[in-house]
């Protein structure tokens, strides 16, 4: 199970998550202690791949994907860092961190020594589970796309595409439709040249086969590109309860 902790070296905030039984710093937090001017660079420059993960992190700035490097990574961060602050940050990290790690599995900034302290302690842990779950909730929709959208290699259906944004197909055409995207040539939802050279969606030639004859049907694809615009288009409109509520009013004439 994964376990994010937050503490504090001087000033500066230090996340920590505890994944298996293994523990993994996060890149930027060590990089910003560390004065390095450009993150990504110092670890490209000198972080081994093997011991680099990638993983969502609620912050204040919702969910995000961070880097988290393993304890030789960081070392070898310490060792190339110019800044005075280096050493300090070192002896710290080997000196009063890792042995706590290494004795509980986790490391605590402050250990309840009254019952009145624990009992505040256990409060205080309750309230930060229910506010993170309350985050995952609303932020899960969005890790959804985002994990559609990293893996995506290839484009999708409209259909695929509809069930990623959580709308229904018609309702997605429909929008699309009367918003000037979309029309319609011989019965297929067709997307306007426009977008198509925006690179926001593509088109696929097909045959479908009958009893007497073959009838060639084009069908239009949403590139992992044009998944992404669809979601900011919908989200920035207030949502698919919006964009359906927009749909009937279309539709009745009302808009």
């Not at 860092?81 to 490391?107: C, H, M």
Request: aromatic share 8%.
């Amino acid at each position: 199970m994964n376990q994010l902790q937050t503490f504090n070296f001087d000033t500066k905030k230090v996340r920590i998550l505890f994944d298996n039984g293994e523990h993994w710093w996060c890149a930027s937090d060590v990089c910003s202690i560390l004065c390095y001017k450009n993150g990504p660079k110092a670890i490209s420059d000198h972080c081994k791949t093997k011991g680099i993960t990638k993983r969502y992190t609620l912050t204040n700035g919702g969910n995000q994907l961070l880097t988290y490097i393993d304890e030789p990574n960081l070392y070898r961060l310490i060792m190339h860092s110019k800044n005075k602050e280096a050493e300090k940050f070192q002896d710290w990290v080997s000196s009063e961190v890792l042995p706590q790690i290494r004795k509980t599995g986790s490391y605590s900034l402050q250990i309840p020594k009254t019952l009145p302290e624990a009992l505040r302690a256990y409060a205080a842990e309750l309230e930060q589970k229910e506010q993170l779950q309350k985050q995952i909730e609303q932020q899960a929709p969005k890790v959804a796309l985002a994990d559609a959208c990293l893996t995506a290699k290839n484009s999708q259906t409209i259909t695929q595409t509809a069930k990623v944004l959580g709308i229904g197909r018609n309702h997605l055409c429909e929008f699309l439709r009367a918003d000037g995207v979309f029309y319609i040539h011989r019965g297929e939802n067709l997307a306007y040249q426009k977008y198509i050279d925006r690179g926001l969606f593509t088109t696929k030639d097909r045959s479908i086969e009958h009893s007497d004859r073959f009838e060639n049907h084009t069908q239009t694809l949403v590139t992992p590109k044009g998944l992404q615009w669809l979601e900011e288009k919908i989200r920035n409109l207030g949502g698919v309860k919006k964009v359906i509520e927009a749909v009937r009013l279309a539709k009745a004439g009302l808009s």
